[in-house]
């Protein structure tokens, strides 16, 4: 069997003690599949279901026995999601019942499908455009409210017309170019028109770059590090913050979640993968020195220091040494044991973005919640921010800074003297670019523009 | 010669070329020249290459088109060498890639020196004549039937038709079913070709007209002269051999006044009024076009330029038009220099028959009837140099059928000619065609100065071209290489020397050694410049340091389209099989769907350029490919 064409399962929820899971099965043997493991109350299989409807049934062991109550929806090709004859069984959450249901389903002519495999054949079956398929992507991934609703503007293209207009406004100027070119007598094309045409557009891109930024970590979580001193109150942080805040203790593979203890969603929309670290103190024991070493590791590649200075005691060198280490890293200093007399004069201490807080009596939270939000760098207001917010997929974020590397090139071969004819495959770089974004291809649109922008020949 | 049979009605030859306007010339002397019997038939022998429209040759990306044509042994440069009134290299303020040489012509001399050409040539013969039958047998082009009767058994037919099918001239009111220049227009083909499988469109072009140059004042107007140093269109010609007197062209403007007249009388232009049926073109656009779509543009440039050395003629570039002629009176006379202008010809539109769209293959071979090519108008492209380049092509594929070789394909990475061809073969244009630099992707590597460097080869092996200048072309192209390597290698230090030099010509010090390339590629050095430091040098024809000079200063952009080249050439080698039936390849988006199956690529490359095709398509016809090269 062609592995293009075969069927293929998974669970498309999350892999969490959620309400409701969804299994999706797409392909040639979907309904055949699904015919084999769901009944309604009054017998119906899935293949005489009428297409988009809901059925209310079980789903029913290789022996006969009822595994669950469920839900059932069949989808005829092309209407569905990826285009090919496709099954979606909602079952009550559970991670272990979802599972087995699952393994029925595969039991048959059926594989499980890889990670992005639906959305890749929606895409190669032309379901859906190369943007909609990552932000289906962050919408699967999505992890905060405000993430989702970023994504789903995307599913809704939003984000491909912000991109869309950018790109209008690189095609004029390019048609601009090439009309001068091909029509030197009639049209004129001076550097101060690449300057005023494109540097506003550069201005938006990086925009849409620097919002993608806040987007991704809204999507995935800001990496969030509690540092500092042993006994600086990290655990006691830590603690209260996942009592206090809605948060999912897990542990998530991978280098810089080594440590994450927690993940907390802060106010219900930002979220903080938490990690904690051995204490940050020289030390000559090679046991300890190790841990140090780690965490400092996990220090760099965090998105946020969360730095604990003890409040109830003297400062000291080592903390500004530790301080120092930290550099241009995002961080909020966090004064602990406020609920203690303070040793030192907080006002005065040299820590930017400072926060005293009791993890005792909860004093100091508010300010610590907008100390970070500031830091980050994230407008409480969502309205101020999500108007402008994408997420960018990897891909998508190559392809952005593509085109801003294709303006700035442009504008910069300009400034050093160098004809139009050449750096204007700086902007058809960037206008490929953006294209690619939006999936499209690029065909005879600059020509197009040429004569719709500009009076060509004699 | 033709061969007669024992019935007088009917002669043997191997190739008939139907008309003898730009692409016909061209064809006709390709097949003769590669060995066949051809006849080249024209309505009138009086109209051998003519230039019914604009009086130059060349402009903008139609140079680099001559330039290619003459690297393939075609004979455009030659003729337009011998017959020009004015030259001028054009955009020499940007790139190398955009520089365009364009000629003002004689355009008695052209059309006389083309038709001398023909004459002498051997194995050629001129007949006047309208075709009207095409004769297929069996799927194959079997020979043309005239008008008076008499048929032509031929082997392979070159369509070189211009706008003579069915055409009809429109001057306001007045339509008249004429060709060009009032003459006889060709009647009965379409019908021939349209019974033989071939689908027709209606496309429409249209010309300024000429005026009285006794009548004209020039004074008013802003005089342009040609360059003092003259490079000719044909690398066999020598430079030194194009002194002429030159002839001056003069640049004025319309106005709100000229606006007004044309927009008062609008109901009375055939476009307007919805005479017209064909598709007219985007570029060159009549006034009236231009008015309408740019009404906040004050003014729009009007060149007035001399027909020739043999007549007051003056053609009237920028305002072509399908007005009535007493409009017309009333719209040229409120130009300054034409107040009191007598209009020789009227300007005029004409309209058409020529091909549909995706009946072509990128040989000019007409699918579906073997033996059947077609270049020019016919294609749907319009401009002299188009037609030429396409002539030139189409001949030599008629010519290589009957050989039995493989057909020449001159890809997009390898000459204006090539994205041309592939633009007309690929893309469904809904307009004639007309060449534009923005149309060629690899610009930088398609410069008209290195025409020769990229294609007199395949001239070569055509047999259009003779050994002589093969290895005249060969020979110039290792000196280009020798020097740019050596140049490459040698290494001057940071000596005072140098630096003294440097700082003579505004250039910053070298700090460490540098390669001469290294200095050369600096934008206030030149190579001539770098002589200085660099005495011992062998003296180079000026043809060869130009080449090592671009090469090394646009080094940067050179390499990288010939990376997107590579890349390129990888989708045009996946090839799409000729029996692909696009309606197994499920999930195509129903447009991409209907556009491969009009337009048949024949590979992924092409199906990429179809309009309509998105990358999803390709996707799907990749997953496809695969799927049925593992069946096969």
Same mark, same amino acid.
């Given at each position: 069997?062609?592995?293009?064409?075969?069927?293929?399962?998974?669970?498309?929820?999350?892999?969490?003690?959620?309400?409701?899971?969804?299994?999706?099965?797409?392909? *040639?043997?979907?309904?055949?599949?699904?015919?084999?493991?769901?009944?309604?109350?009054?017998?119906?299989?899935?293949?005489?279901?009428?297409?988009?409807?809901?059925? @209310?049934?079980?789903?029913?062991?290789?022996?006969? &026995?009822?595994?669950?109550?469920?839900?059932?929806?069949?989808?005829?090709?092309?209407?569905?999601?990826?285009?090919?004859?496709?099954?979606?069984?909602?079952?009550?959450?559970?991670?272990?019942?979802?599972?087995?249901?699952?393994?029925?389903?595969?039991?048959?002519?059926?594989?499980?499908?890889?990670?992005?495999?639906?959305?890749?054949?929606?895409?190669?079956?032309?379901?859906?455009?190369?943007?909609?398929?990552?932000?289906?992507?962050?919408?699967?991934?999505?992890?905060?409210?405000?993430?989702?609703?970023?994504?789903?503007?995307?599913?809704?293209?939003?984000?491909?017309?912000?991109?869309?207009?950018?790109?209008?406004?690189?095609?004029?100027?390019?048609?601009?170019?090439?009309?001068?070119?091909?029509?030197?007598?009639?049209?004129?094309?001076?550097?101060?028109?690449?300057? &005023?045409?494109?540097? *506003?557009?550069?201005?938006?891109?990086?925009?849409?770059?620097?919002?993608?930024?806040?987007?991704?970590?809204?999507?995935?979580?800001?990496?969030?590090?509690?540092?500092?001193?042993?006994?600086?109150?990290?655990?006691?942080?830590?603690?209260?913050?996942?009592?206090?805040?809605?948060?999912?203790?897990?542990?998530? *593979?991978?280098?810089?979640?080594?440590?994450?203890?927690?993940?907390?969603?802060?106010?219900?929309?930002?979220?903080?993968?938490?990690?904690?670290?051995?204490?940050?103190?020289?030390?000559?024991?090679?046991?300890?020195?190790?841990?140090?070493?780690?965490?400092?590791?996990? @220090?760099?590649?965090?998105?946020?220091?969360?730095?604990?200075?003890?409040?109830?005691?003297?400062?000291?060198?080592?903390?500004?040494?530790?301080?120092?280490?930290?550099?241009?890293?995002?961080?909020?200093?966090?004064?602990?044991?406020?609920?203690?007399?303070?040793?030192?004069?907080?006002?005065?201490? *040299?820590?930017?973005?400072?926060?005293?807080?009791? &993890?005792?009596?909860?004093?100091?939270?508010?300010?610590?919640?907008?100390?970070?939000?500031?830091?980050?760098?994230?407008?409480?207001?969502?309205?101020?921010?999500?108007?402008?917010?994408?997420?960018?997929?990897?891909?998508?974020?190559?392809?952005?800074?593509?085109?801003?590397?294709?303006?700035?090139?442009?504008?910069?071969?300009?400034?050093?003297?160098?004809?139009?004819?050449?750096?204007?495959?700086?902007?058809?770089?960037?206008?490929?670019?953006?294209?690619?974004? @939006?999936?499209?291809?690029?065909?005879?649109?600059?020509?197009?523009?040429?004569?719709?922008?500009?009076?060509?020949?004699? | 010669?033709?061969?007669? !049979?024992?019935?007088?009605?009917?002669?043997?030859?191997?190739?008939?070329?139907?008309?003898?306007? =730009?692409?016909?010339?061209?064809?006709?002397?390709?097949?003769?020249?590669?060995?066949?019997?051809?006849?080249?038939?024209?309505?009138?022998?009086?109209?051998?290459?003519?230039?019914?429209?604009?009086? !130059? +040759?060349?402009?903008?990306?139609?140079?680099?088109?001559?330039?290619?044509?003459?690297?393939?042994?075609?004979?455009?440069?030659?003729?337009?060498?011998?017959?020009?009134?004015?030259? %001028?290299?054009?955009?020499?303020?940007?790139?190398?890639?955009?520089?365009?040489?364009?000629?003002?012509?004689?355009?008695?001399?052209?059309?006389?020196?083309?038709?001398?050409?023909?004459?002498?040539?051997?194995?050629?013969?001129?007949?006047?004549?309208?075709?009207?039958?095409?004769?297929?047998?069996?799927?194959?082009?079997?020979?043309?039937?005239?008008?008076?009767?008499?048929?032509?058994?031929?082997?392979?037919?070159?369509?070189?038709?211009?706008?003579?099918?069915?055409?009809?001239?429109?001057?306001?009111?007045?339509?008249?079913?004429?060709?060009?220049?009032?003459?006889?227009?060709?009647?009965?083909?379409?019908?021939?070709?349209?019974?033989?499988?071939?689908?027709?469109?209606?496309?429409?072009?249209?010309?300024?007209?000429?005026?009285?140059?006794?009548?004209?004042?020039?004074?008013?107007?802003?005089?342009?002269?040609?360059?003092? %140093?003259?490079?000719?269109?044909?690398?066999?010609?020598?430079?030194?051999?194009?002194?002429?007197?030159?002839?001056?062209?003069?640049?004025?403007?319309?106005?709100?006044?000229?606006?007004?007249?044309? %927009?008062?009388?609008?109901?009375?232009?055939?476009?307007?009024?919805?005479?017209?049926?064909?598709?007219?073109?985007? $570029?060159?656009?009549?006034?009236?076009?231009?008015?309408?779509?740019?009404?906040?543009?004050?003014?729009?440039?009007?060149?007035?330029?001399?027909?020739?050395?043999?007549?007051?003629?003056?053609?009237?570039?920028?305002?072509?038009?399908?007005?009535?002629?007493?409009?017309?009176?009333?719209?040229?006379?409120?130009?300054?220099?034409?107040?009191?202008?007598?209009?020789?010809?009227?300007?005029?539109?004409?309209?058409?028959?020529?091909?549909?769209?995706?009946?072509?293959?990128?040989?000019?071979?007409?699918?579906?009837?073997?033996?059947?090519?077609?270049?020019?108008?016919?294609?749907?492209?319009?401009?002299?140099?188009?037609?030429?380049?396409?002539?030139?092509?189409?001949?030599?594929?008629?010519?290589?059928?009957?050989?039995?070789?493989?057909?020449?394909?001159? %890809?997009?990475?390898?000459?204006?000619?090539?994205?041309?061809?592939?633009?007309?073969?690929?893309?469904?244009?809904?307009?004639?065609?007309?060449?534009?630099?923005?149309?060629?992707?690899?610009?930088?590597?398609?410069?008209?100065? !290195?025409?020769?460097?990229?294609?007199?080869?395949?001239?070569?092996?055509?047999?259009?071209?003779?050994?002589?200048?093969?290895?005249?072309?060969?020979?110039?192209?290792?000196?280009?290489?020798?020097? +740019?390597?050596?140049?490459? #290698?040698?290494?001057?230090?940071?000596?005072?020397?140098?630096?003294?030099?440097?700082? #003579?010509?505004?250039?910053?010090?070298?700090?460490?050694?540098?390669?001469?390339?290294?200095?050369?590629?600096?934008?206030?050095?030149?190579?001539?410049?770098?002589?200085?430091?660099?005495?011992?040098?062998?003296?180079?024809?000026?043809?060869?340091?130009?080449?090592?000079?671009?090469?090394?200063?646009?080094?940067?952009?050179?390499?990288?389209?010939?990376?997107?080249?590579?890349?390129?050439?990888?989708?045009?080698?996946?090839?799409?099989? #000729?029996?692909?039936?696009?309606?197994?390849?499920? =999930?195509?988006?129903?447009?991409?769907?209907?556009?491969?199956?009009?337009?048949?690529?024949?590979?992924?490359?092409?199906?990429?350029?179809?309009?309509?095709?998105?990358?999803? #398509?390709?996707?799907?016809?990749?997953? $496809?490919?695969?799927?049925?090269?593992?069946?096969?």
């Amino acid at each position: 069997m062609n592995r293009e064409f075969d069927t293929i399962a998974a669970i498309c929820t999350g892999l969490t003690e959620s309400g409701i899971s969804v299994i999706r099965i797409s392909g *040639p043997d979907s309904i055949e599949a699904a015919d084999r493991i769901f009944k309604t109350a009054s017998g119906l299989s899935p293949s005489v279901f009428r297409s988009n409807r809901m059925h @209310l049934g079980q789903v029913i062991n290789e022996d006969g &026995s009822i595994l669950d109550e469920a839900m059932c929806c069949v989808f005829r090709a092309p209407h569905s999601y990826t285009a090919e004859d496709c099954v979606e069984i909602q079952c009550h959450g559970g991670i272990r019942v979802t599972g087995l249901i699952l393994s029925l389903i595969l039991s048959g002519n059926v594989r499980q499908a890889e990670r992005g495999e639906f959305t890749k054949r929606a895409f190669l079956n032309g379901r859906i455009d190369l943007s909609q398929a990552e932000s289906v992507m962050s919408l699967v991934s999505a992890v905060s409210d405000r993430g989702v609703s970023v994504s789903a503007s995307g599913l809704l293209g939003v984000q491909g017309e912000r991109i869309r207009e950018i790109r209008e406004k690189i095609r004029f100027s390019t048609a601009h170019i090439e009309a001068a070119l091909d029509d030197p007598d009639e049209i004129s094309y001076s550097p101060d028109d690449l300057l &005023s045409e494109t540097e *506003p557009v550069l201005l938006e891109l990086k925009k849409v770059s620097s919002s993608s930024k806040v987007g991704k970590l809204l999507e995935s979580g800001v990496d969030t590090v509690i540092a500092g001193l042993p006994n600086s109150g990290k655990s006691s942080l830590m603690n209260f913050l996942a009592g206090e805040e809605t948060s999912i203790v897990t542990d998530i *593979p991978g280098t810089t979640r080594d440590a994450v203890r927690a993940r907390i969603t802060l106010d219900g929309d930002i979220v903080l993968n938490l990690a904690d670290t051995a204490g940050l103190r020289d030390s000559e024991d090679p046991i300890e020195k190790l841990g140090v070493e780690k965490s400092y590791a996990i @220090l760099n590649n965090a998105d946020l220091v969360l730095f604990l200075v003890d409040g109830s005691v003297a400062q000291n060198e080592e903390n500004m040494k530790i301080y120092g280490t930290l550099g241009d890293k995002k961080t909020v200093t966090v004064i602990t044991k406020a609920d203690l007399p303070a040793a030192f004069d907080i006002d005065s201490a *040299p820590f930017a973005h400072r926060v005293s807080f009791s &993890s005792v009596t909860g004093q100091g939270l508010t300010e610590l919640r907008s100390m970070i939000r500031s830091v980050l760098d994230m407008d409480p207001d969502p309205e101020g921010k999500q108007a402008g917010l994408m997420i960018l997929t990897s891909r998508q974020e190559t392809l952005i800074n593509r085109a801003i590397s294709g303006l700035e090139n442009a504008i910069a071969s300009c400034g050093e003297g160098v004809t139009e004819d050449l750096y204007v495959s700086h902007l058809y770089d960037a206008y490929g670019a953006l294209s690619e974004f @939006l999936g499209e291809e690029v065909g005879d649109d600059i020509i197009d523009e040429i004569f719709r922008s500009f009076c060509m020949g004699k | 010669m033709p061969g007669m !049979n024992g019935n007088a009605a009917e002669i043997n030859t191997d190739i008939c070329v139907i008309g003898a306007g =730009h692409a016909g010339c061209e064809a006709a002397l390709a097949c003769a020249r590669l060995g066949f019997d051809t006849v080249v038939f024209t309505v009138s022998v009086d109209s051998i290459a003519l230039m019914p429209c604009n009086p !130059n +040759i060349g402009g903008s990306s139609k140079g680099h088109l001559v330039r290619e044509l003459d690297a393939l042994g075609g004979e455009m440069g030659h003729v337009i060498d011998k017959t020009f009134i004015q030259s %001028r290299m054009l955009g020499t303020s940007k790139g190398p890639a955009v520089h365009s040489l364009r000629a003002q012509a004689d355009k008695s001399e052209y059309s006389r020196e083309m038709r001398r050409i023909l004459e002498s040539q051997e194995r050629l013969t001129i007949k006047q004549g309208e075709v009207a039958e095409l004769l297929v047998d069996d799927g194959k082009v079997c020979g043309v039937r005239t008008y008076n009767g008499i048929t032509y058994r031929c082997r392979a037919c070159v369509i070189c038709s211009g706008v003579y099918l069915n055409a009809r001239c429109l001057c306001g009111e007045a339509i008249t079913p004429t060709g060009p220049n009032g003459l006889m227009a060709s009647v009965h083909f379409s019908s021939s070709l349209e019974k033989a499988g071939i689908r027709l469109r209606r496309f429409k072009t249209g010309t300024p007209a000429r005026m009285d140059g006794k009548t004209v004042d020039l004074s008013k107007c802003i005089e342009q002269k040609g360059d003092e %140093r003259i490079v000719p269109f044909s690398f066999d010609t020598d430079p030194a051999s194009v002194r002429v007197e030159q002839r001056s062209c003069y640049l004025t403007y319309t106005n709100e006044k000229t606006h007004e007249v044309i %927009r008062a009388n609008l109901d009375r232009s055939p476009i307007y009024a919805g005479i017209i049926e064909g598709t007219g073109p985007r $570029y060159c656009p009549s006034i009236e076009d231009k008015v309408v779509k740019f009404p906040d543009k004050e003014r729009h440039q009007v060149f007035l330029e001399p027909e020739g050395n043999y007549t007051d003629e003056i053609y009237v570039d920028g305002m072509s038009s399908s007005m009535p002629e007493d409009v017309q009176l009333l719209m040229y006379h409120t130009v300054p220099g034409l107040e009191n202008a007598k209009i020789v010809r009227n300007a005029y539109a004409i309209e058409y028959d020529c091909l549909c769209p995706g009946q072509l293959s990128l040989s000019l071979a007409v699918k579906g009837i073997s033996g059947l090519y077609s270049a020019g108008q016919f294609n749907g492209s319009s401009g002299y140099e188009e037609a030429a380049a396409q002539g030139l092509i189409a001949g030599i594929n008629a010519a290589r059928f009957l050989q039995d070789r493989e057909p020449v394909v001159i %890809r997009r990475d390898q000459g204006y000619i090539g994205v041309l061809i592939d633009d007309l073969v690929t893309k469904e244009n809904f307009e004639p065609y007309r060449m534009m630099t923005s149309r060629a992707e690899y610009r930088l590597l398609l410069r008209q100065d !290195n025409a020769d460097l990229r294609l007199r080869e395949i001239g070569y092996d055509a047999g259009l071209v003779s050994r002589e200048k093969y290895e005249r072309t060969m020979e110039k192209r290792d000196r280009i290489l020798c020097e +740019i390597r050596r140049l490459d #290698d040698t290494k001057v230090g940071a000596t005072s020397a140098v630096n003294g030099f440097l700082s #003579d010509h505004d250039s910053s010090p070298l700090k460490t050694g540098a390669s001469l390339s290294e200095i050369l590629s600096r934008p206030e050095i030149n190579y001539d410049i770098l002589g200085e430091i660099d005495k011992d040098r062998e003296d180079l024809p000026s043809d060869v340091s130009e080449q090592v000079e671009i090469e090394i200063k646009y080094r940067g952009y050179i390499e990288r389209e010939k990376r997107e080249v590579e890349a390129f050439k990888k989708t045009e080698k996946r090839l799409i099989p #000729d029996d692909i039936d696009y309606d197994r390849v499920t =999930h195509l988006r129903i447009e991409a769907r209907q556009n491969l199956k009009k337009m048949r690529p024949g590979s992924v490359g092409q199906a990429m350029r179809i309009p309509g095709v998105s990358p999803a #398509d390709i996707s799907v016809l990749l997953v $496809y490919l695969r799927a049925y090269g593992r069946t096969d």
